[in-house]
């Protein structure tokens, strides 16, 4: 049982880590729509994890789950996003919430794997721990796609204007 935990540990921090790494590349290429979508597209293949029985939970603790990531991960994390325009492209401004967001999680995730380990099995905590990430990436990322659409139409309109003006003076 231990041999397992430590293990589900050192997959957390593994994982953790390489979101981490591959943010802070992200963030210093342009964006696009695609990116932006594709993260939660590919995570919600894990909810295929529910097929196996063993990794079910309550309906209400899942939901409480979805719950507690939108508002306590996914927040900070709109709070703090910005895109910005440089040499015609957007960029997504590096947010240091992120990576505090995501060393919060991990520590959750640590912190209370004992004490959720007393009510449910390893496969329904990372089931429960997967619906809490989950929680925060939809809202933060359909936040995103919000801003890069308004971004993208600003740039878009901005020389529109500029030339405009130019044509008045």
Do not use: C
């Not at 997504?92 to 380990?117: E, N, T």
Request: cysteine-free; proline content about 5%; charged content about 15%.
């Amino acid at each position: 049982m231990a041999h397992t935990q430590l293990l589900s540990l050192l997959g957390s921090l593994l994982a953790g880590v390489m979101v981490i790494i591959v943010r802070l590349k992200a963030a210093n290429q342009p964006t696009s729509l695609r990116k932006i979508v594709a993260p939660p597209l590919g995570m919600s293949t894990g909810f295929l994890m529910f097929v196996v029985p063993d990794t079910r939970v309550p309906w209400l603790w899942g939901l409480a789950a979805l719950a507690a990531g939108a508002i306590f991960f996914a927040y900070p994390l709109i709070a703090t996003s910005r895109f910005e325009v440089r040499e015609g492209r957007i960029y997504l401004k590096r947010s240091k919430m992120f990576i505090v967001i995501i060393i919060a999680l991990l520590a959750v995730r640590i912190l209370l794997h004992d004490v959720v380990d007393e009510y449910v099995s390893i496969p329904q905590s990372a089931g429960l721990f997967f619906l809490l990430a989950f929680g925060m990436l939809l809202p933060w990322r359909l936040a995103m796609w919000k801003g890069y659409v308004e971004t993208e139409r600003k740039m878009v309109s901005k020389p529109e204007r500029q030339g405009s003006n130019a044509g008045q003076a």
